[in-house]
């Protein structure tokens, strides 16, 4: 069994050690710094598989150390969740923004933080795993299995918008190019892999997510939607690329 590390980064010593307590065993390594310089660097010593992360801590705050974790080369694939006592909508539109996967607030069910955890890592293992597969084809193996339309071009197109699936680069005809966060890019990739689709948020949250029923937020699935919206659309409320159908979800359309 594949022992996971997970570097929790938490000012509060009781919050840091509830969740320790809740983690441990033989699946999981846990490793908890209390300050943002000491969290960033212990990632840099030894990346984590997943970072936990509280925002209101003195000196730097999680806002920065996420900023400073996607900006890195060896941290920016990082799964982060932040873990934080500022729930408000404009608080989550900041935390997923800079490139946060998740936002858990404060108080949260430690069931719940369990369930999260395993989705994100099951989520970013199945990811490696593929692209682990995607390596070992593309020798002599490659003719034992049909070529995935990445393998073939790793550019997908719709209209004038385009997703390069080698470099997680989105561009806009009006907007130009933008890189991707990991999450941004694994909800476009399903959108765009599916066109003509209507997601509703729970549905965004089982399959791009992985998280169980009635676990996650559906204000997760709109906040990382409108912070995509505000990269690539010319007028983020008027979206002309990913749609809203009123009362049931998101879309990417095809002239088809």
Known sequence: MRTFNIL???????????????????????????????????????????????????????????????EDTFLKEVPIIFLTAKG???????????????YLAKPFNLDELLLRVKAVLRRTTSKQSDQSG???SGGTDR??????????????????????????V?????KGKFRLTPV????????????????SPSLLLDEVWDYPSDTGSADLVRVHIKNIR???????????????VQG????IQTDE
């Open 143 to 168: 003719k034992s299995r049909p070529m995935t339309q990445s393998e073939v071009d790793p550019v997908i197109r719709i209209g004038e918008y385009s997703l390069n699936t080698s470099t997680y």
């Open 88 to 102: 408000k909508v404009e608080d989550k539109i900041v935390g997923l923004s800079v490139g946060a996967d998740d």
């Open 170 to 174: 989105f561009t806009s005809p009006k």
């Open 134 to 136: 995607a390596e070992i």
């Open 184 to 199: 941004q890019y694994t909800l476009l990739y399903h959108l765009m892999t599916h066109p003509n689709k209507i997601f």
């Open 248 to 251: 049931y979800g998101y879309t």
């Open 230 to 244: 505000e990269s690539i659309e010319e007028d983020p409320k008027n979206p002309v690329f990913i749609k809203t």
């Open 8 to 70: 929790v980064i938490e000012d509060d010593t009781i919050v840091a050690r509830t969740i320790e307590r809740c983690l441990r065993g033989d699946e999981y390594h846990i490793q908890v710094t209390n300050s943002g310089v000491a969290g960033l660097r212990a990632a840099r010593r030894k990346v984590p598989d997943l970072v936990l992360l509280d925002v209101m801590m003195p000196g730097m705050d999680g806002y920065t150390v996420c900023k400073e974790m996607r």
